[in-house]
């Protein structure tokens, strides 16, 4: 397996931002701090105290529906490694380290890596796809990612012929990260897809938010986000993309087989064994709405599970 770079030391202790930071951010913040001198409303999108990105490409995959307001994104949030309470996560994760980091690719794939994390970042073209995002528990939001396809990732590695499934890992270190210090849950979090749930061109991974760095509250430096599925599949602060042939056991269906299922495809169909899923709570909302098929990606998606029972396979 080859290493790309593996810095020991946190670079930021004792180096200057700008050469800390991925290039391409610090330029994208010197441009942007430019640019907000001679012209105040180029910066508007930005600004909400994280590292501007530069974005190649922008699409919006929510029917123009209104975004989440970046403070509500920001800090209401799963995020168990931290804490079990919504609220709390920004403050408890504020001195999270997310550089040095290091995500490796490995099992079933011709070429297995280890990626620094802005090398990995810097391969591929960043894009800005705004997603409807719906939580097991009902709650939804529409927010403006920055990523890439998983699949120009997944191209890379080479899957071998057997590997059907893609496990991911979060980080396990419970000296930054106290809500493991308890064992809500069966530590690290993991979680996985199909490889062609993965190879889907919906599926990215995701390193920023509303045109800036991910905040650590919602899975910096690197999480998964697909949207047509419940929230906990979008696996935070990803230090391990596996390739198996085997279906992974995941976090959650370890914790509760009975209420999370592998696939966990948002449908208004299946209610959780103890709730409802036929409506949600849109933050920012008053009035509940109806949860779409697939969260509103029936089209795109609804082929591959074509010839499922989807009640069985929940
Ligand atoms: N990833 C990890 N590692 N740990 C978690 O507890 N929670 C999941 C998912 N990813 C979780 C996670 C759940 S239940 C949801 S709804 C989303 O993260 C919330 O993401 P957000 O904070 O960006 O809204």
Redesign the pocket.
Known sequence: MSIEKDPEINESDVTPKEVYLDRREFMAASVSAAAAAAFPALTEAGGHGGTPLKIDKRVDYASKEEQTSYKS?AS??????FSTE?EG?AELSKDFRPRPWTVTVEGLVKKPKRYDIDALTRLFPLEERIYR?R???GWS?V?PWVGFPLDGLIKLSEPESNAKFVEFT?LHDPSQMI?QRREV?QW??V?AIRLDEAVHPLTILSVG?YGEVLPN???APL?LVVPWK????????IVKIRFTQQMPIT?WMQAGPQEYGFYANVNPNVDHPRWSQATERRIGELLRRKTLMFNGYAEQVAALYAGMDLRKNF
Do not use: D, H, W
């Open positions: 994104a209401y949030n799963n995020f168990y490694e919504k996560i995002m939580c097991v528990e939001m927010i979060t809500g849950l690290p979090y979680e938010m509250q919602n899975g999480r419940y929230g906990f599949k979008s696996i935070k602060s976090s």
